[in-house]
């Protein structure tokens, strides 16, 4: 199938690794040009170098930390400038520390709130006029499933996407006139670096927790970055555009709800 993303202008937070760079490697890929965003130049520079060599497309690197206003600000106009337009726009980053519910103070909450929500909302802010202006777009979010079924220990990430998802269904009735389609998608374990150091990290012991995790998980395996940025590639597609304001996980059966 041919997604028609050639010519597409694409936003992709956190593009230097693990998510965020898949996708950027899927939508490259596809025809699409990308700009990439994170916090560290050196690595962001040299995932726009590789996934130049691995697509042949048009990579645009970014410096800008997501939780500055500033700096959604500054990677919008940029992308808008350098590239003469935005259609798409996939919110991902990294994500608030671990911890129990209530050892997180004020300071703690409003630095995941910033992260994690009012990334969010300042990101569309700042991209809708540009979509509205080429007559449509896409805005993807990446949050996690255990912000439909929490796990202990992630309350900061888990409330703060659990709002991502309300302000994205919201948003989904708002702007579906204006040809803009918003999803979430929710990822279960992701082999990504950041999930190899909490492995590396457990008492448990590396091996021992992905094998337990992998028993919980009915098609017996941890999910790729390509399981994600598969779908989150159809999503901001043409092909993609009735499906709208929708969280659906990727997660290998590991949600045990039917909704
Ligand atoms: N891997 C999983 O199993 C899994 C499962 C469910 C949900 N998720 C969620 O999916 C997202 C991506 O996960 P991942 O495993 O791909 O993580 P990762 O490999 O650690 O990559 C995170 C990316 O985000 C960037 N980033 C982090 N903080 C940032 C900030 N404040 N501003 C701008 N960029 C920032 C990082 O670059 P810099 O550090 O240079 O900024 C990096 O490019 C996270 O929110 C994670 O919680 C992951």
Same mark, same amino acid.
């Given at each position: 199938?041919?997604?028609?993303?050639?010519?597409?202008?694409?936003?992709?937070?956190?593009?230097?690794?693990?998510?965020?760079?898949?996708?950027?490697?899927?939508?490259?890929? $596809?025809?699409?040009?990308?700009? /990439?965003?994170?916090?560290?130049?050196?690595?962001? $520079?040299?995932?726009?170098?590789?996934?130049?060599? %691995? =697509?042949?497309? =048009?990579?645009?690197?970014?410096?800008? &930390?997501?939780? %500055?206003?500033?700096?959604?600000?500054?990677?919008?106009?940029?992308?808008?400038?350098?590239?003469?337009?935005?259609?798409? @726009?996939?919110?991902?980053?990294?994500?608030?520390?671990?911890?129990?519910? #209530?050892?997180?103070?004020?300071?703690?909450? $409003?630095?995941?709130?910033?992260?994690?929500?009012?990334?969010?909302? %300042?990101?569309?802010?700042?991209?809708?006029?540009?979509?509205?202006?080429?007559?449509?777009?896409?805005? #993807?979010?990446?949050?996690?499933?255990?912000? /439909?079924?929490?796990?202990?220990?992630?309350?900061?990430?888990?409330?703060?996407?659990?709002?991502?998802?309300?302000?994205?269904?919201?948003?989904?009735?708002?702007?579906?006139? &204006?040809?803009?389609?918003?999803? =979430?998608?929710?990822?279960?374990?992701? &082999? =990504?670096? %950041?999930?190899?150091?909490?492995?590396?990290?457990? &008492? $448990?012991?590396?091996?021992?927790?992905?094998?337990? @995790?992998?028993?919980? /998980?009915?098609?017996?395996?941890?999910?790729?970055?390509?399981?994600?940025?598969?779908?989150?590639? #159809?999503?901001?597609?043409?092909?993609?555009?009735? /499906?709208?304001?929708?969280?659906?996980?990727?997660?290998?059966? #590991? @949600?045990?709800?039917?909704?």
């Amino acid at each position: 199938m041919n997604l028609e993303l050639q010519g597409k202008v694409a936003i992709v937070g956190g593009g230097s690794k693990g998510i965020g760079f898949g996708i950027a490697r899927v939508l490259a890929g $596809e025809g699409a040009t990308v700009a /990439i965003s994170a916090r560290r130049q050196a690595e962001l $520079e040299a995932a726009a170098a590789d996934l130049r060599q %691995r =697509t042949g497309g =048009t990579i645009v690197p970014i410096t800008a &930390d997501c939780r %500055r206003a500033d700096d959604c600000r500054r990677v919008v106009a940029e992308v808008a400038a350098r590239c003469g337009g935005i259609d798409i @726009l996939v919110n991902n980053d990294g994500a608030p520390p671990l911890g129990e519910a #209530l050892s997180f103070d004020d300071t703690a909450w $409003e630095r995941a709130v910033e992260q994690n929500l009012l990334y969010v909302t %300042r990101m569309v802010r700042e991209v809708v006029p540009h979509m509205r202006a080429r007559g449509g777009g896409s805005i #993807l979010n990446i949050t996690a499933v255990s912000a /439909i079924q929490p796990i202990a220990g992630f309350a900061l990430s888990a409330s703060t996407w659990a709002g991502v998802i309300g302000y994205a269904k919201t948003l989904s009735l708002e702007i579906g006139r &204006d040809g803009i389609n918003v999803n =979430t998608i929710c990822p279960g374990y992701i &082999d =990504t670096s %950041r999930l190899r150091k909490v492995f590396a990290a457990s &008492d $448990e012991g590396a091996e021992a927790v992905q094998q337990r @995790l992998r028993a919980e /998980i009915p098609m017996n395996r941890i999910g790729s970055v390509d399981d994600v940025a598969n779908l989150v590639a #159809l999503l901001v597609s043409p092909k993609g555009s009735y /499906i709208t304001g929708t969280a659906i996980q990727v997660d290998g059966g #590991l @949600l045990r709800a039917t909704r």
